[in-house]
């Protein structure tokens, strides 16, 4: 498949949203809903829905709207965010459940562009504070699942939280490092989890692997930022655009039938 393949099938099937599939606020907020539920599901997919969230949240419009996918995503975003300190404490299903959408909330960081007024591109600031959060509860009931998940999400985005923090002269990281070296002398974890919370404190004291010196966010890609795709192992590894080739069709045959519900439901009005 070629780069371009990912913005041309997205493209056409976002007009085809446009063009009425999508006419409400509820059908919207459905579309939002399948695409979390793949998101969290499918751990092939977090990085890919990101960019697809993205991509609607740029182009999908519901009459003169155009930021109502991004404020409908991050609303389902914040329903399960509200829930994380039950959520580490509750059985490994739960717990299973929670880590899917912390390690989505992650990609959507580093994914989802925010236009300023100038032009100028950022990335959404309350994704930035909600990780720290998120990362305050995993520490919270620091069983081996919960530190596993914290070292995930940071190897993922832990080089562009700390450049972000230190740019508004903020210090959260040191914060996180000494929470993470409490916990390998405290807590009750496995060896192995003990040993990744060491190797993450030595990559991060190491600028995060880094050579030269921190890329801006237009300038972070996978060849320059090493802890771009940190977390994807080679076994989960999957070409994003074939990621949505494969689902393109499931999505688009939901969306019907979200649509065919909403339409009878307004005939039947």
Request: net charge negative.
């Amino acid at each position: 498949s070629h780069p371009g393949s990912f913005e041309l099938e997205i493209s056409q099937f976002t007009e085809m949203l446009n063009s009425g599939w999508v006419s409400s606020e509820e059908s919207l907020q459905e579309v939002v809903e399948v695409i979390y539920q793949q998101a969290t599901t499918v751990p092939n997919f977090t990085y890919t829905g990101a960019r697809l969230c993205n991509y609607l949240s740029q182009n999908l419009t519901i009459g003169l709207r155009t930021n109502i996918f991004r404020q409908l995503l991050l609303l389902r975003c914040q329903t399960e965010f509200m829930k994380r300190d039950e959520a580490v404490k509750g059985d490994e299903k739960t717990r299973k459940k929670f880590h899917s959408f912390v390690l989505f909330l992650g990609e959507l960081y580093l994914n989802l562009e925010v236009k300023g007024v100038n032009g100028t591109v950022n990335r959404a600031e309350v994704l930035q504070s909600g990780l720290c959060d998120l990362l305050s509860a995993l520490f919270s009931n620091p069983v081996d699942d919960n530190l596993t998940c914290a070292v995930k999400l940071l190897k993922l985005t832990g080089s562009v939280l700390e450049d972000a923090w230190k740019t508004k002269g903020k210090s959260d990281m040191l914060g996180i490092i000494q929470r993470i070296e409490n916990v390998v002398l405290d807590a009750s974890c496995s060896r192995d989890v003990k040993q990744m919370l060491l190797k993450l404190i030595e990559l991060q004291s190491s600028n995060w692997g880094r050579v030269h010196t921190p890329v801006t966010y237009s300038e972070a890609t996978p060849e320059n930022d090493p802890n771009y795709y940190m977390v994807i192992t080679q076994s989960t590894t999957v070409c994003w655009d074939t990621a949505v080739r494969n689902w393109l069709p499931h999505f688009t045959h939901k969306i019907y039938t979200v649509n065919s519900r909403h339409s009878i439901f307004c005939e039947a009005l």
